[in-house]
């Protein structure tokens, strides 16, 4: 496949997933809606123009042309004016009340939304965000849990064959004619080390871990083979490397060489790692969420050229269904798991943003109608 029809088809799947997602939100209100009787005339998935539907009964279903979101109508949404406060003759409110209860007949007025009990709203107003919620964990489960990452494995890719002279640049120039301790040790590409000195390294981080823990002591190294374990004996040298601070200055510090590089491949995280790394993407999200007024400012000022644009500022849909694109269309060596996961904890932050912008207490947000219910509940006590 070409690296253009790749990307276009990147492009093709975010936006189906964006509106499977959509869906999903909208059957998180609809359907508790309908179970505690409100009457809902339209589900649709998108806005503008529309391009199919059906009717089911008293629902019409159907997709519009622009999927950039999608509703679900509810009537009765606005409840009728107090008698002790009427609403100003042809005013905006007067006729919203009127319309949000046109279409319900004299025997249906118990069918309005505003009819029902504060916990029944709470139940249909945050049915959208809580699935958008499950959506994005599942998708980042899947795509850690299932799929797996992709990163260094503990699978050798390059074996130094020997100490360079200068170990931060690499190079060909050795340090000495000794050949490095992963060659003297007979450690070889595609080897994959099970454990170092007693330690199980089922990653990368795990091996370099092992490694500095060990120092310049021989280590007994179990690599698997060709299907078999084999047990090596390796004793690393001491280096100079270069370290840098988090003020930006460096230093030299003594550290132990082996000689070995990592190949990359597609890891699954252990389950039990899973609930910490949703529960940081959640929490990353909402931070976004609470930033947003500053993320806007900054954007804005980048988009005139008064400073320089952040990588870690806010990402428009164009840049998503960019980075969708390039996703799928990364280079050869890239394994179709790897892009499946990269396409899933896309998905998932996606739904993890919508879940968090949609608590925002404002109308027509569904946190503006959830805020309205619990305010409604609190009068009531």
């Known amino acids: 496949m070409s690296p253009t029809l790749a990307y276009i088809l990147g492009i093709i799947v975010l936006i189906v997933g964006i509106a499977v997602s959509v869906a999903l939100h909208e059957l998180g209100h609809m359907i508790p809606a309908k179970r505690f ?23 019409e279903y159907g997709v519009k042309a622009i999927w950039l979101g999608g509703y679900v109508r509810l009537l009765g949404m606005l409840p009728p004016a107090r008698p002790d406060r009427p609403d100003k003759p042809g005013s905006m409110v007067a006729d919203a009340r009127q ?3 046109d279409e319900l007949g004299p025997d249906e007025r118990d069918r309005a939304f505003y009819r029902l ?10 049915g959208g965000i809580l699935t958008n919620l499950v959506l994005g964990i ?9 799929v797996g990452q992709y990163t260094r494995t503990s699978t050798i890719s390059s074996v130094g064959a020997c100490v360079p002279a ?19 040790a007979d450690l070889r590409v595609g080897d994959e080390i099970v454990s170092w000195n007693g330690a199980r390294t089922p990653a990368w981080e795990d091996v370099q871990k092992a490694i ?9 190294v179990v690599v698997r083979r060709d299907g078999a374990e ?4 390796v004793t690393p040298v001491e280096v100079e490397r270069t370290v840098t601070a988090s003020d930006g200055s460096t230093s030299k510090e003594s550290a132990p060489y082996v000689g070995i590089g990592p190949a990359k491949g597609t890891v699954r995280v252990p389950f039990s790692q899973i609930p910490g790394a949703v529960a940081v993407a959640v929490g990353q999200t909402l931070k976004a969420i609470f930033t947003l007024p500053v993320g806007l400012y900054h954007s804005v000022a980048a988009g005139l050229g008064l400073e320089q644009r952040s990588a870690d500022g806010l990402v428009s849909l164009v840049g998503v269904g960019r980075i969708a694109g390039e996703v799928s269309s990364e280079g050869v060596g890239i394994p179709f798991s790897a892009r ?9 932050s996606l739904n993890l943003a919508l879940f968090a912008f949609n608590l925002v207490p404002l109308l027509p947000l569904d946190g503006g109608h959830v805020a309205g219910a619990c305010w409604e509940g609190v009068r009531r006590v």
């Open 117 to 126: 009990t504060v916990p029944r709203k709470l139940l249909v107003m945050a």
């Open 166 to 184: 200068d170990v931060d640049a690499g190079g060909s120039e050795c340090a000495t004619d000794d050949p490095s301790p992963a060659a003297a």
């Open 340 to 348: 499946v996961s990269s396409m899933l904890s896309l998905l998932g």
């Open 230 to 233: 084999t047990t090596l004996s």
């Open 37 to 59: 009787g409100v009457k809902v005339p339209e589900y649709f998935i998108g806005f503008g123009p529309r391009l199919w539907s059906v009717r089911r009964g008293e629902t």
């Open 99 to 101: 319309e949000s209860l």
């Open 212 to 220: 500095r823990s060990g120092g310049t002591e021989p280590a007994e």
């Open 138 to 146: 599942l998708c980042l489960v899947l795509a850690l849990g299932a």
